[in-house]
T-cell receptor, first 112, second 113 residues
């Protein structure tokens, strides 16, 4: 089955620790995205990548880092510099036609 | 930054009624619009896309686009309790060149049995 997978589903970390969220897709999509969703807020773009070995900052990139070494994979690292890391993190990909994006199941990160 | 605005709700409708969800956008250049459904604790799921003025129907869902008024809506006929979710409207960020979308904050719909 084609799709986007994110792991883990739930993640708990202590403040001051870096944590990496996984996103993998087997849809052969070129473009991939990371969003953050907080209660009562819309989706906010963290980083995006249009091709392998290239990525761009979104609206709220501070405190986050990404890599795109393979087309299938776009991991997101939440660093200790991110002031409010507790959120629902969503990975998405784009098929290259029209404009729609498709989402993975998300990772809920809690930092205490 | 271009905006996509939605009423946050909650919008409550009785089972079997028509639910009407609305969205306005500020970028006149936008050519396509998307409706996503998001159940509580889950990720958004694309349910409708619309690219031209007028109506587009898919089962119980109808998307309506009025580019002159910069207004897009989603009608859900014969609403069911399983339609209870938050509905997100999205539009491409024109000029971004990277298929970016701007999302509204969503309208929470409750269908009362």
């Amino acid at each position: 089955d084609g799709g986007i997978t994110q792991s883990p589903k739930y993640l708990f970390r202590k403040e001051g620790q870096n944590v990496t969220l996984s996103c993998e897709q087997n849809l052969n999509h070129d473009a991939m995205y990371w969003y953050r969703q907080d209660p009562g807020q819309g989706l906010r773009l963290i980083y995006y990548s249009q091709i392998v070995n290239d990525f761009q900052k979104g609206d709220i990139a501070e405190g986050y880092s990404v890599s795109r070494e393979k087309k299938e994979s776009f991991p997101l690292t939440v660093t200790s510099a991110q002031k409010n890391p507790t959120a629902f993190y969503l990975c998405a990909s784009h098929p290259g036609t029209e404009d729609e994006q498709y989402f993975g199941p998300g990772t809920r990160l809690t930092v205490t | 930054q271009k905006e996509v605005e939605q009423n946050s709700g909650p919008l409550s409708v009785p089972e079997g009624a028509i639910a009407s969800l609305n969205c306005t956008y500020s970028d006149r250049v936008s050519q396509s619009f998307f409706w996503y459904r998001q159940y509580s604790g889950k990720s958004p799921e694309l349910i409708m896309s619309i690219y031209s003025n007028g109506d587009k129907e898919d089962g119980r869902f109808t998307a309506q686009l009025n580019k002159a008024s910069q207004y897009v809506s989603l009608l859900i006929r014969d609403s069911q309790p399983s339609d209870s979710a938050t509905y997100l409207c999205a539009a491409p960020r024109t000029g971004a060149g990277s298929y970016q979308l701007t999302f509204g904050k969503g309208t929470k719909l409750s269908v009362i049995p």
